[in-house]
């Protein structure tokens, strides 16, 4: 079973820049696609990115596009959420996690392995 960490979360300016990392104990993410969620306080876990291991596929939630960007070093095992231009709405715990179903990697319900989450503050 993998086991996620995630890293890089603190506190910034708006309009600054983190990068979040998602490493991967236990097993390869070979076989998985691999999801970044936030939870705002009093808010759902909700869907951020995504990118397929196999096909470098990526998708991403329509908030985050053209800011963000999800990618991965086969070699570390690790997914990094590239997270530009942010603002007070992208202030959460920012969770990584596995699922096997592409065609709904929004759907959090379909993803396991959950790491502890990172915080992301942005001050404006």
């Known amino acids: 079973q993998v086991q996620l960490v995630e890293s890089g979360g603190g506190l910034v300016q708006a309009g600054g820049s983190l990068r979040l990392s998602c490493a991967a104990s236990g097993r390869t993410f070979s076989g998985y696609s691999v999801g970044w969620f936030r939870q705002a306080p009093g808010k759902e876990r909700e869907f951020v990115a995504a990118?397929?291991?196999?096909?470098?596929?990526?998708y991403y939630v329509d908030s985050v596009k053209g800011r963000f960007t999800i990618s991965k070093d086969n070699a570390k095992n690790t997914v990094y959420l590239q997270m530009n231009s942010l603002n007070s709405d992208d202030t959460a715990v920012y969770y990584c996690?596995?699922?096997?179903?592409?065609?709904?990697?929004?759907?959090?319900?379909?993803?396991?392995?959950w790491g502890q989450g990172t915080q992301v503050t942005v001050s404006s």
């Open positions: 996690a596995v699922t096997t179903i592409w065609r709904s990697v929004p759907n959090r319900y379909d993803y396991a392995g």
């Open positions: 990118i397929r291991w196999k096909t470098d596929s990526t």
